[in-house]
């Protein structure tokens, strides 16, 4: 076999284990030669799980001492600019997570030196991978369900997510850090950018979990027009408890397409007729996607080795992106954003505080 | 047992069919001594297949040569209010179908109508006695799922309706026709009244089924706010072509209910490996609601025999038409719209041509 | 309407007063006329509950005092025998509940003297008129699945049977009493009769339950052959605990078809991650077979107004009374048992005490 | 990490492809370093495939001239006991697939040698590895169900088996090639050894697949009595046509267990209300049972490496082969076998030709 891939992780908590385990264990044509986290004793963790030999501070350090091809950024949106440039700066091939950054013109820089260096970018848009999502899609784009005439995603999790990610002045919040898979499978899977977004979100659980963020909300609804003239929605529960759940409903003109189930394992048991029938349910994301995972770094050691663009890039990024920004200005402005007033102005977001 | 029920129809098509075969077959205390309509021939057919055995064209002749209880009402809506205040005029007690009337002052006029008169008036919301729905009922009001988040609702129907449900001028649309039912499962299910309202609609099948009504969707997604602070959606999509599809998703702080599914018969069948696994599609509404209908019946037929409130009543009814109102006036034009904007000016609906 | 079917029930325990629900609410061309119970209590509850004026203590009774066109006899099977010929003789129209006797002599007595009367018999094998066996047979009948080769049918009820229905000595126990349905539909969804049977029986909740009947058995699984050299499967567990449980897997040459689950109401929940998914089982086999009870009361009453042979008679109920002898005869025995071993000799069955 | 466990595989079919797959893309401490087959075009074909350096004709040729540590044997049944004492008689580390041989006399040979040579021995009853199989053997052992009482297990595969696998004079057919997994399954599950066998075959697809060899038959039935007083059923279809279908249902004394479904990916799809709703169905083995492969090889390799006993070894596979022996004597002598006649009667086996 051809020499490994060599990779650098940027991130060295979940999502970095995650992408870890799987090319550590499932994608023999990589090597995890570093690892880079400041907090040191996660980073120590992580390293020896994964027997990744050098550890660093800063990506700095890592360039400066270790060879390797590939950066894979699991660090929080607010970093991933910074990281993306440096990264290209040096020739360094680059996954990152979603979303891809804090507004347009972040992504729009990193877009732009992505190109410059020619490297390539992968985005994290895993459901892309996921053996059910993939094949409907090829599905639909064959025509089994006629023109797509409205789609229904959703993405719940089970648990709260740090601070920062629940602040829209930091983060973009839950549609972003939770959604950003919605916007870019909807988008996908109609085969249509959206046009028009509205959104109402709502907070529940906040003040029982002592969240006094402004802005915070852990339910959201978002409405859609595609420019195909097609329909959508997404919705967004954080914590919601019961399980990891990430489905889709599908509408053509022939008929309709279910993809995923908030079932876990085959395993149906009975014991209690007012109890009734039990399932175990979908717990996690590394559960739910345990291939797309292992697929989505396959795919990206393999665009780097045979020197492919990756199916999913930046420009699968920007438009998340900016999804994310027209959907939170519409609860903000409480009215139906367009798409065109996100693209067309490419400022900085009124309600972000990108200082840092 | 006690004298039965005796019950006129009006209305000899497809509901007043539906509604005939409950009453005869499956609710003893109940007897059919007339049916109105004034299309003869579907009048005789009908009567012929439930031993009917009065037929008139009008509600008048009815009420001159035969003694009955009470009406149920299954004509067009524009008909409602003059068909629901002749008969309060003559002390009948009152089964009307969903939607109630075309405006709230439609409502008021009926609600005021059958109070003067005592009489009782039950609305056509079968899934309130649906078993599934009811027990999920019960279930969240004690508590199951916690205090409601969030509520999914659709309707799907695979024909197109008649033309006159389709021009919103004189009915009110799809919102009215098809999904009034999740406009009152939505409120009911959340335990409070939507506040706020966004619709987006498109019209994808319109030009091939040479309809060029203006105004005219196929496809509906409603966004709902609830003055509980919660959120819904309700979906509508008619014709829709694969079955008769009606469900509902409603997410509690503590958990989830998926209510109805679109699978019909239990028979699973798989003859080949590139086809895979079929299973019967729930195909019309009759065979979905098969037992609601017949309760419905039987809890009206009840109501009447022991001098008892229906259970879903005028209240209901125009909280309906309410919601209806608002989401109609959303995507006309295209911006959020609050109930209370509707409910406080009754006056005649701008896009209805109220004129008959 | 034409006059309705008057209908005498003898027997007015559980099935009797499922087959009354029937048929007062839900078949409006029959009227339940009187009620034989020797067991005043029972009767008059049963009786008050449907609305039935006339009560007897016995059949003689009945037949003195009331006019009526058909007996539905729901009493234990060592008494169908006796009821059946006294109603033949009187000339009215028989519906005997499975199984149906407790041998085949008993069986050739029935069926001729109801040839010779003239009237109608027609065997409680509900599951013939189930909406999705019923679709199942005609599926399978037109080839959908290919010649069938291999059948597994199982009925698990939650329950312990009354004593006389777990003493093989006065009733044939399990295999008769709970699995006749098994050995109806098995042979009818295969078109073969049974060939050759081998049966193993397990007592694992005897002891807890306190019954220490001779050979008592609450678990039993039998395999088929049958003439078409296909192959079979019965079980059946009594109590099950867990809910009732009536399923059936056939497979032929082409594909699988399975009928019927466990699953009950459409009603999922989720609100633990690690109880996981919940859905209402089936309970009892009222809620289970609610229209195919409904249906095959409807199915004979019909045939008694249009004077035509029921779709399931005694020829049925007999095969399955054989059925029941050979699977009997194998478990104690330790042998397969040829049905032509049981066909050729209409004797007294040994371990069977009918001096009653 | 540690130096990687260098095996060396004996097969290179589709076993033998499915497990390369396994070792060199997921399981990162092994290192396939030769492959053994005398079909050099299939061993050439594999071997790049999976970039396998050295290829043999003959597993002696392979000990002569590389290096390794374990062997896995996938090759038809009849070559394992001398390809098995081969490997311990040279030290090697054994993975045995199923059946692990044609006979007791020949497990007894296997068992011996590897004990003596100190080397580990696994068997490939893969499904003790799958996570759904190894949830439910925990929860069933932990007391879920209660005590176990009846199980039914079932393999149904798509395809024809190759001559020699159907034959039984050289394979002890289907009951072993294809339902070994059935055989061990119910003993596991039940935790409890078989008793009494009792079984049925028929022959339906035979004449149309031009197979005339004598005793073949591609149904076959399975009645079991467990030492444990339980009872099971084992079935087996193949060719089946309609996808590979492997479940297992367990009673116990407090309620039931379902492991497995026929239903492949979630998609379910409807565009025609007369076909229904379609799901894929699960079609090959590898995809059912992708981890439950991989997880058997990291446990392999993984007792190598820290010297433990594997947790499925000599005794399970010669129990399945003593269910084989007995459940096809039961059908060529047409009555019940108890294991007691094939357990102590350790001679060559009456229908088979082991000449070879």
Redesign the interface.
Known sequence: ?SKPVRICMAGAGRVGKNHSNAL???V?GAKVVALVDPAAEVRSATAAQF?IEAGFDSLEEAIDRVEFDALIITTPTFTHKALALQAAAHGKHIFLEKPMALNLSECDEIIAATRQAGVHLQLGFMRRFD??FS??AQ?IEAG????P??I?SLT?G?GLPPPWARDISVSNGMLAEVNSHDWDSTRWLMGSNYE?V????????GPANNVDTPNFYD???????FES?????I?G?CP????Y?ARVEI?G?????????????????????D???????T?TWPERFAWAYIYEMEHFVDCIKKDRQPRVAGEDGRWAVAGVLAGTRSFLE???VYLKEILESVEPVSWQNTAQ
Chains 1, 2, 3, 4 share one sequence.
């Open positions: 076999m550590v264990r499932h023999p027997g053996p059910e094949a409907a599905r089994e369900i006629g023109r005439m409205m229904k719940h089970p028009r509205y959104t109402e979100v709502a907070n529940f659980k339910n959201v609804m978002v409405n859609l027009r003239g097609g329909l959508g929605m919705s529960i919601c408890g019961y399980g759940d509408y003109e022939k008929g309709v397409m279910f993809i995923g189930s908030l079932q876990g394992q085959h395993i149906l048991s009975a014991t209690n007729r109890t009734g029938i039990l399932q175990p349910v717990r409480e009215r139906p």
